[in-house]
């Protein structure tokens, strides 16, 4: 019979076996990171629900990720389940305006690195900033410049 925790494990590896995105898979070149990987793995979730709010909670349960603000500007940023690349700052309508991308040194699994960048952005919002390196994300939005190059 398995523990209460070893039953979230396989509940969990088995809703994430046939998502194989959502698997850091960086994390098989780390010496004995795989063994205990699931039950890791459920207990950083666990972590992180126990710190999110039920608002927070019924996101990222619906849509695998959750939006915080940040305590010095108020900008609102989603992340996105993962453990690299999975914060975007949002515009005033939702949508993504830039990549953020910071982590702990540490190996941890995907709800112990979510956890600490929501920390950092709603206690030490600049901080967390000055240390992330920014990227671009795909906006949606039409290149008018290459439309009026081709619409003549």
């Given amino acids: ?3 209460g925790c070893g039953r979230q494990a396989r509940v969990l590896r088995d809703s994430l076996r046939w998502r194989s995105n959502r698997i850091d898979r960086s994390s098989r070149f ?3 990171f795989r063994y205990g990987y699931w039950e890791r793995e459920a207990r950083g979730l666990k972590l992180l629900k126990e710190w999110l709010s039920p608002e927070q ?3 990222y349960d619906a849509k695998s990720y959750f939006e915080v603000t940040g305590c010095h500007s108020g900008k609102r940023y989603r992340i996105s389940h993962g453990t690299s690349m999975n914060i ?3 515009d005033g309508a939702g949508r993504p305006l830039a990549g953020w991308c910071f982590a702990p040194q540490a190996h941890l699994v995907a709800g112990d690195v979510m956890l600490a960048q929501k920390i950092a952005l709603e206690s030490d919002e600049r901080g967390a900033l000055a240390v992330a390196n920014r990227f671009s994300v795909p906006t949606g939005r039409q290149n008018t410049l290459l439309d009026y190059r081709t619409s003549y």
């Fill in 1 to 3: 019979m398995l523990s």
């Fill in 30 to 32: 780390v010496s004995g």
């Fill in 57 to 59: 909670v019924a996101q």
């Fill in 88 to 90: 975007h700052e949002l």
